[in-house]
């Protein structure tokens, strides 16, 4: 991670900016588009995927290639994420200061049992949003996504930061115990696909 990068990480933390609504105004309203393309006919589709890649949900009533390019570009952002959070520095990916936790937070662990995202309002310090990384992977759209994930082995690989980066020997296990319920996800949904 650059020092560029990390300064909007940094400002993204701070002021709780939403990314990809100021992308957006970027792009489209401080014109910065055009620096990247010049034809206009493409704007509303990567209007829309740039501005759906982070939220919680696509949203609704979009044509068939606008829906089509939001999952796209948020699997590709998806990977993104795994390959930062297993290539770069650990510690600034996480929200709060404090890495003394005992243990993953129940509400959060039942959202990785229950095969959905995890609820931010129930993230309440980092060893909580350990399980946000591992969830991300039930907002994967395209089985070739969760084979890159799988064959770049991004879950162990976060999985051992969790580990190098948390004292506590039940939040280990409890890593375990997520990453085996998302490899378990990702070989059911790739079974007969290989």
Known sequence: MNKLDK???LAIKIVGINHGEYSVKVLFEDGLIRNFIQEECYD?????AVYNHNRAHIEPNLTEKEELFCKIIRDADKLDIFYVTTFEEFLPLFWYKDF???EIGQSVIEDI?????VDYANVKNNADQITIFFAYIFDLYFD????KLAENKYLEQYNEKVKQNFASKK??????YLLGICNEFI???LKDKN
């Open 7 to 9: 300064q909007i990480l």
């Open 44 to 48: 509303e589709i990567i209007r829309k």
């Open 100 to 102: 003394n936790q005992e």
């Open 113 to 117: 049992e229950n095969r959905r995202l």
């Open 144 to 147: 070739v996504t969760l084979k």
């Open 171 to 176: 939040i280990h296990k409890q890593s375990d």
């Open 187 to 189: 070989n059911e949904k």
